[in-house]
């Protein structure tokens, strides 16, 4: 049997499944779903033969100027770097940090992660702290920080912001800012408010270590912020050095809560991924379909903000900061992890934190639900989770936890 009788029979036996959508021409839009559907199937099969010429048929029906399906079609079948998508990106780097701003503007998955991490940080802050210690899993261009640098100088205590230092094989896209410049930036905030701010940058186990050996002192509050997946932060990493860097936070506020210095603090962790939704999924072949489904919601919000005129702007977003996140192999990456393990149910003794009914209140205000298709929803068993759904499908999950000690 050849591969193109293989994949009429691939196809031919798929289910269908109602995805956030549009009016489409329905049988193009089916049949390419299908084919999607099974090149999650046959990939998890290690069918190379057949996913190569599933894959063709998928490019030849992908599109960045389509059906907001073609568009996911067209990043998950080609290579942007050697195409239309790439030519735009490429061209668009000149004008980069205007395109950042603009895709952050646009979407509120960045701005509700940031305003509920922030806002749950600064109810959970003891009057009595000196020092607010934020150690951030993945700092990039330092744009949640501005808003706390400011909240913090109005309460006249020292910020210290420390950013973790990975390996840049750690990650599966180029960084986008360099830490020296993301410095530079948050000092000339902090003089503008005239807040005492240090920022740094070190390697996890560094940090451990400098915790552990920490005795007496001023009285410093800890906070440990964990954002992955967020559309604007065009990259993501490794699922493992999530938790890993979740069980360095759940053990240095374990010892923080034993000195009588040092407070005790919280973990704030924004998901922009589908992988806590999907982690009881049975295989890889549903798990990589509630990746479709999660990656065509974001892409559709997206393509919504953005007038039809704007379609090139549009098009060199998402293969500036969502093209990077559309792959089988990094879905694949994450489906191992989480079948080992990676998530936050998995052998962390945490402890959920309520968010506070302010804190839901001003993020709806913020995203302005209604005729935009736009909801905020608490989740979690007290209430510790709040998330952001697109036509009722989550793009962003935040959450907020401490020690159980």
Same mark, same amino acid.
């Given at each position: 049997?050849?591969?193109?009788?293989?994949?009429?029979?691939?196809?031919?036996?798929?289910?269908?499944?109602?995805?956030?959508?549009?009016?489409?021409?329905?049988?193009?839009?089916?049949?390419?779903?299908?084919?999607?559907?099974?090149?999650?199937?046959?990939?998890?099969?290690?069918?190379?033969?057949?996913?190569?010429?599933?894959?063709?048929?998928?490019?030849?029906?992908?599109?960045?100027?389509?059906?907001?399906?073609?568009?996911?079609?067209?990043?998950?079948?080609?290579?942007?770097?050697?195409?239309?998508?790439?030519?735009?990106?490429?061209?668009?780097?000149?004008?980069?940090?205007?395109?950042?701003?603009?895709?952050?503007?646009?979407?509120?998955?960045?701005?509700?992660?940031?305003?509920?991490?922030?806002?749950?940080? =600064?109810? !959970? $802050?003891?009057?009595?702290?000196? +020092? @607010? %210690?934020?150690?951030?899993?993945?700092? /990039?261009? #330092?744009?949640?920080?501005?808003?706390?640098?400011?909240?913090?100088?109005?309460?006249?205590?020292?910020?210290?912001?420390?950013?973790?230092?990975?390996?840049?094989?750690?990650?599966?896209?180029?960084?986008?800012?360099?830490?020296?410049?993301?410095?530079?930036?948050?000092?000339?905030?902090?003089?503008?408010?005239?807040?005492?701010?240090?920022?740094?940058?070190?390697?996890?186990?560094?940090?451990?270590?400098?915790?552990?050996?920490?005795?007496?002192?001023?009285?410093?509050?800890?906070?440990?912020?964990?954002?992955?997946?967020?559309?604007?932060?065009?990259?993501?990493?490794?699922?493992?050095?999530?938790?890993?860097?979740?069980?360095?936070?759940?053990? =240095?506020? !374990? $010892?923080?809560?034993?000195?009588? +210095? @040092? %407070?005790?603090?919280?973990?704030?962790? /924004?998901? #922009?991924?589908?992988?806590?939704?999907?982690?009881?999924?049975?295989?890889?072949?549903?798990?990589?379909?509630?990746?479709?489904?999660?990656?065509?919601?974001?892409?559709?919000?997206?393509?919504?903000?953005?007038?039809?005129?704007?379609?090139?702007?549009?098009?060199?977003?998402?293969?500036?900061?969502?093209?990077?996140?559309?792959?089988?192999?990094?879905?694949?990456?994450?489906?191992?992890?989480?079948?080992?393990?990676?998530?936050?149910?998995?052998?962390?003794?945490?402890?959920?934190?309520?968010?506070?009914?302010?804190?839901?209140?001003?993020?709806?205000?913020?995203?302005?639900?209604?005729?935009?298709?736009?909801?905020?929803?608490?989740?979690?068993?007290?209430?510790?989770?709040?998330?952001?759904?697109?036509?009722?499908?989550?793009?962003?999950?935040?959450?907020?936890?401490?020690?159980?000690?």
């Amino acid at each position: 049997m050849n591969s193109e009788s293989l994949l009429t029979d691939v196809v031919s036996v798929q289910s269908s499944l109602t995805l956030p959508g549009e009016d489409m021409e329905i049988d193009n839009q089916l049949g390419l779903f299908h084919l999607l559907k099974a090149y999650g199937e046959v990939f998890e099969k290690d069918q190379r033969e057949l996913g190569q010429v599933i894959l063709r048929r998928i490019s030849e029906k992908g599109s960045p100027v389509g059906k907001t399906l073609e568009h996911l079609a067209f990043y998950l079948s080609k290579d942007c770097e050697i195409n239309q998508g790439g030519n735009l990106k490429q061209e668009s780097l000149k004008n980069f940090k205007a395109a950042f701003q603009a895709l952050y503007q646009a979407l509120p998955d960045g701005k509700f992660a940031h305003f509920a991490a922030n806002s749950a940080i =600064l109810e !959970a $802050i003891p009057n009595d702290v000196e +020092t @607010i %210690h934020i150690v951030d899993f993945d700092m /990039g261009e #330092g744009v949640q920080w501005p808003p706390m640098i400011e909240a913090i100088a109005h309460q006249h205590k020292t910020l210290k912001l420390t950013s973790i230092k990975w390996e840049e094989e750690d990650c599966n896209g180029a960084p986008l800012w360099r830490f020296e410049e993301t410095k530079r930036r948050l000092y000339d905030q902090a003089r503008a408010f005239g807040l005492k701010l240090k920022v740094e940058e070190m390697g996890i186990d560094d940090l451990v270590s400098e915790q552990k050996a920490k005795r007496g002192g001023r009285r410093e509050w800890l906070i440990f912020n964990c954002m992955v997946g967020l559309p604007h932060m065009g990259r993501g990493r490794s699922r493992s050095l999530a938790m890993d860097f979740l069980r360095a936070a759940e053990e =240095l506020i !374990a $010892i923080s809560a034993n000195c009588s +210095t @040092i %407070h005790k603090g919280i973990i704030t962790f /924004g998901d #922009g991924e589908a992988c806590e939704k999907l982690k009881n999924c049975s295989d890889f072949g549903s798990f990589f379909e509630g990746y479709l489904v999660h990656y065509k919601a974001l892409l559709e919000s997206l393509e919504m903000n953005f007038p039809l005129h704007f379609t090139e702007a549009r098009i060199a977003l998402e293969c500036h900061f969502v093209a990077p996140y559309i792959s089988s192999l990094a879905w694949f990456q994450r489906w191992k992890e989480i079948r080992g393990g990676c998530h936050l149910e998995a052998g962390l003794g945490l402890v959920g934190k309520r968010l506070s009914k302010e804190i839901f209140m001003e993020a709806r205000e913020m995203v302005e639900e209604g005729e935009n298709k736009y909801r905020i929803k608490i989740e979690g068993h007290i209430g510790n989770e709040m998330v952001l759904e697109w036509k009722r499908n989550t793009t962003v999950r935040i959450s907020n936890w401490t020690n159980h000690s």
